[in-house]
């Protein structure tokens, strides 16, 4: 390791007296000028400015707020460049106002940003494809635009740090260079084979594909202007396992910086009436990137060009999985409703009973004080029974179902506003759902930090067809079940149940501690394949099959997904985040 690193280091300084400061020998009408006076200043050592003000490598890249730090946080550690906090926050916030990227240009990555554990196909370009998402996300490569000159610089870095890149296979079966013989025959287009190395072939779907002037950003950044988000927003998310929250929150402006923000978060977990209240303080990049912190929770909103929705993920600061995702609509003083505590109504069931299904909240804001039971509609065969107490966010009711009222979704009207398809009305539960189908969570705790993985359990309606897995399915929502964890034989005496982890009455995963476990054959890490079982409470056992054997007996409603309990991230790109 220590050679390789040695070795890196020549090669870029090979590179660097090759190119003196990286001069740049691109078109004269390309680059950015950097009229700041702090950029100038703390970077124009290393970055010369030419006569039009435009700096080497800075002027001629574009990218997203999230790489921008990056590269600041690079030029601190590995190039010793002195700066204070507020310094290197300055920096940031005019580099990504003043070369960022275009919302067009973000929407398709949001994901990134909002730091999403999803699988993303990038189907553009393979070659590119393979050598990029072998060490990190290729929404980070999308997250910027460049120049020719500068994306064979940042080609050349990668291998300069990283020698080993250029032969040692990445997701493909080659590495940067080309290690196959060359190829003679034609392919299946009849074109002559592209004998080139693979990153040169990646290079110019770069260029042509990101390149530093785009009609977007040359649209937006005349347009932008800094975003009037002071007011009162309703709040609509859905959080694993916890299901759909509802709340408001107070945005007031800053002052003293511009684009800065102070915020008052309120919302109530539906299902469960938990409330929650916190504080925080938001910045907004590029005109519409919203960056907010509040308590060990932090926020990534895209904000709409009307100024009038903003949508995105707050999710942990320590454990990046654990998130809401969220929708922010501004309010004015007309009544809205956001939702209710119930997701589904049995069916000849009425208020006046001890089931909680039957008692419904409905979630909003500006709601009327004083309400009658004919002034609140929820559709053909259910009726307010009574109202039991209204307040301006919240109104709470007994309903009654009708026993032959259709099954299928209803709406939600009150005092002249209505919320399409808030719940539904159902006459059993024919099946149960686990998502996410197939999880994954990684050992840690002693030098690594764990991932968890939260599960839910949905019930499942067959519909007006009575066949489960057709279009007309309804989803009942969260479902009471008891949670479990059964072994997934993959080899012979599989025992991983016993060494991942443990999963809570909540549905919540948490692994087993990262090392090798003595008490484990081999002195193996803790990590396998388990199911996780939902079995459905409170609710009638399916019956036999018709021409089962007598002694068959009555099996309860169960639905499961797939665990994988695998090694730490040894790469955690976002860690030293959470400490700012």
């Keep these: 390791m220590v050679r390789q690193a040695a070795l890196g280091l020549m090669v870029v300084a090979a590179l660097a007296a090759a190119k003196p400061a990286y001069a740049q020998t691109t078109p004269k009408d390309e680059g950015i000028p950097v009229d700041n006076a702090l950029v100038r200043s ?42 204070e906090p507020a310094d290197a ?38 070659t590119t494809a393979n050598l990029c998402s072998s060490c990190h996300s290729v929404s980070r490569v999308m997250s910027e635009r460049r120049t020719k000159e500068e994306w064979d610089l940042l080609i050349a870095m990668h291998r300069g740090y990283y020698p080993l890149v250029d032969n040692q296979p990445l997701n493909g079966p080659q590495g940067f260079r080309r290690t ?18 693979p990153v040169d072939r990646a290079l110019e779907h770069l260029t042509k594909t990101y390149p530093l002037q785009t009609s977007e ?33 107070t945005v007031a402006a800053d002052a003293g910086a511009p684009d800065s923000f102070t915020t008052e978060i309120r919302y109530t977990v539906a299902r469960t009436g938990e409330s929650v209240s916190r504080s925080g303080k938001a910045l907004v990049y590029t005109g519409y990137q919203w960056r907010g912190r509040g308590n060990d929770w932090r926020e990534v909103l895209f904000v709409e060009r009307d ?56 979630y909003g804001a500006n709601l009327p004080a004083t309400v009658r039971p004919e002034d609140i509609g929820l559709g053909q065969g259910v009726k307010v029974a009574r109202v039991i107490s209204a307040r301006p966010e919240e109104i709470a009711i007994d309903v009654d179902v009708d026993a032959s009222a259709l099954i299928g979704a209803r709406d939600v ?38 991932q968890l993985q939260q599960f839910e359990a949905i019930g499942i309606n067959n519909g007006p067809d009575g066949k489960l897995g057709t279009a007309d399915d309804l989803n009942l929502g969260l479902v009471n079940v008891k949670w479990s964890l059964e072994e997934y034989p993959a080899t012979f005496g599989d025992d991983d149940i016993q060494f991942v982890g443990k999963l809570d009455e909540s549905g919540l995963f948490t692994p087993n501690v990262d090392g090798p476990n003595p008490k484990r054959s081999g002195n193996r890490n803790n990590v396998g394949d388990v199911w996780v079982v939902a079995e459905l409470l409170d609710a009638p056992a399916t019956p036999p099959a018709p021409g089962s054997p007598p002694s068959m007996s009555v099996q309860p409603l169960r639905g499961r997904a797939h665990l994988l309990v695998t090694v730490p991230l040894y790469m955690n790109w976002f860690t030293e985040d959470t400490k700012q």
């Design 42 to 83: 703390k970077c124009g050592s290393c970055h010369r400015a030419d006569d039009k003000g435009r700096m080497t490598r800075i002027s001629y890249r574009r990218a997203t707020m999230e790489n921008w730090e990056r590269t600041i946080r690079r030029m601190v550690t590995l190039n010793h460049v002195a700066l």
């Design 89 to 126: 926050r300055s920096i940031l916030k005019y580099l990504a106002d003043r070369q960022g990227l275009a919302p067009e240009e973000v929407r398709p990555i949001e994901f990134e940003a909002e730091r999403r554990t999803i699988e993303y196909a990038y189907k553009a370009d393979e």
């Design 180 to 197: 196959r013989p060359i190829e003679t025959e034609p392919g299946p287009d009849g074109r002559p084979p592209d004998n080139r190395h």
């Design 217 to 249: 950003w040359s649209a937006w950044s005349a347009a932008m202007q800094p975003p009037k988000l002071a007011g009162r927003w309703a709040v609509v998310g859905s959080q694993l396992g916890k299901g759909a929250i509802y709340g408001q929150v």
């Design 307 to 362: 100024w009038k929705e903003m949508w995105g993920r707050w999710f942990s600061g320590a454990y990046d999985e654990t998130g809401i995702d969220v929708k922010l609509t501004r309010l004015s003083s007309d009544p809205v409703v956001f939702g209710t505590s119930a997701t589904a109504l049995k069916r000849g069931s009425t208020g006046s009973t001890a089931s909680s299904a039957q008692n419904v909240k409905i």
């Design 413 to 450: 009207s009150v005092a002249g506003t209505v919320k399409p398809a808030v719940l539904v009305v159902y006459d059993r539960i024919d099946a149960v759902k686990v998502e996410p189908v197939a999880g994954m969570a990684r050992v840690g705790g002693a030098v690594f930090p764990k």
